[in-house]
């Protein structure tokens, strides 16, 4: 036999090959169609084409889960939407947003063990969703098991920033319990500040101090400037014992902030030498018309810098204050070095020092005008018996007249009488 004969193909066998290729893509043909013909019905949602899709394409998950919605949501046909949501969710067991709209089904039919028993499942197929962990908290908060809600709160606290404030305000609303929201925090100063603040705002004080205590016991590091907030709250709260001490917790452990520390000086960075913070009890400065204020490093008494005030018109307050912890009935001294260059005024500035929660008057030392050499002003003052912080500020009286010129500080202080610097 040639041996070209022997290769020659079987002819039945090239026909039934031909027709099993005909009946392949006659079926992937087929597939296609009716894939997208189910898609085409399925857009827009309708009862009826919904169903149709679901014939073209019994096992796609998507169509009773979207007729399970159409008829929740769209016709609020809750005792329909049930059988297609638990449909979708046998199809596709492990798509947790199917579990959740099943759960949210149960919840609208007044069926809460099955409701239950679908946001559990959400849980299983995702245990760190926030989305899941949200909707099962509240469920859990609801239904009265704290201990389950408490434990998917704080997958939203660890998993979704966005949404640490709204968790930790449902909680705190439930429980009014700081120690058990404590407990489920995850080791995240950024959270617990937030919880702080929360309670802060809230006046929650003791709450709130709770919960800075343990963020300090978690010794773990972060922006101590993001706690300032907590000082500026207590000061407003009137609480100044309990203000100066978590500042000095700030700055203890803070290499920036410790800068600001003081000693006999009660005035922190009272050479300028450091950022104007604008908080805690460091420097602040509100600007203010007719004043032109500028940190100057070619002019200083001592240090690097000092403060420049540049008057042009009928400047009053400087706008540069700081608040200073203080006790009562007790005297000390109010000092600065200052300079002058052709300031003209009939009224110049001083330094004064005023009682912050009744606006008083402490002390005031005398006026600079002119042009002068870096010279140390000073008064002595005492504090009443119910002044615990008080305010220094540049001021002038009448700051109703003209003034143009400028003024430099540098060296602010207030120490004890007792313990007052030479001149």
């Not at 600007?287 to 690097?304: E, N």
Request: one cysteine or more; glycine letters at 4%.
């Amino acid at each position: 036999m040639p041996v070209a004969a022997a290769f020659r193909p079987n002819r039945s066998l090239q026909v039934f090959f031909c027709l099993g290729c005909i009946a392949i893509a006659l079926f992937y043909g087929w597939s296609v169609t009716r894939a997208y013909l189910a898609s085409r019905l399925a857009s827009p949602p309708a009862e009826l084409s919904l169903q149709r899709a679901m014939a073209l394409e019994p096992e796609n998950a998507l169509y009773p889960y979207t007729l399970g919605q159409y008829l929740m949501l769209g016709v609020q046909r809750i005792d329909g939407a049930v059988a297609p949501l638990q449909r979708a969710t046998e199809l596709n067991p492990h798509n947790s947003t199917y579990w959740l709209d099943l759960a949210l089904a149960y919840y609208l039919a007044g069926d809460t063990r099955h409701q239950r028993q679908a946001l559990e499942s959400a849980i299983a197929v995702d245990p760190t969703s926030p989305v899941v962990a949200w909707n099962a908290a509240n469920f859990f908060l609801v239904q009265g098991d704290v201990s389950a809600a408490l434990r998917q709160f704080l997958v939203v606290l660890k998993y979704d920033p966005g949404q640490v404030r709204p968790a930790l305000d449902l909680c705190w609303r439930a429980l009014h319990d700081p120690a058990a929201i404590i407990n489920i925090l995850p080791p995240d100063p950024e959270v617990y500040l937030q919880l702080v603040k929360l309670l802060s705002e809230r006046h929650e004080a003791d709450a709130a101090y709770s919960v800075w205590s343990a963020l300090w016991q978690l010794n773990l590091p972060f922006d101590y400037r993001h706690a300032m907030f907590y000082v500026d709250d207590l000061i407003q709260q009137r609480n100044v014992a309990r203000a100066a001490e978590v500042w000095k917790q700030i700055t203890s452990r803070s290499l920036t902030l410790s800068r600001y520390a003081t000693n006999d000086n009660l005035v922190g960075d009272s050479k300028f030498s450091e950022e104007i913070l604008n908080g805690g009890f460091g420097w602040r400065f509100d600007a203010r018309p007719g004043v032109a204020v500028s940190l100057d490093t070619a002019q200083f008494h001592s240090g690097t810098r000092s403060v420049m005030v540049d008057y042009s018109d009928r400047g009053d307050d400087v706008g540069l204050y700081q608040y200073v912890p203080v006790q009562p009935h007790t005297r000390y001294v109010l000092s600065a070095w200052v300079k002058s260059e052709d300031l003209e005024t009939a009224n110049g500035p001083r330094i004064a020092a005023f009682d912050v929660y009744d606006n008083t008057t402490l002390a005031t030392a005398e006026e600079t005008v002119g042009t002068t050499e870096w010279h140390r002003v000073e008064v002595p003052f005492e504090t009443g018996p119910a002044t615990e912080l008080i305010a220094v500020r540049f001021i002038r009286n009448p700051g109703t007249t003209l003034i143009h010129g400028q003024f430099w500080i540098d060296e602010v202080a207030v120490t004890p009488a007792d313990s007052s610097p030479a001149k």
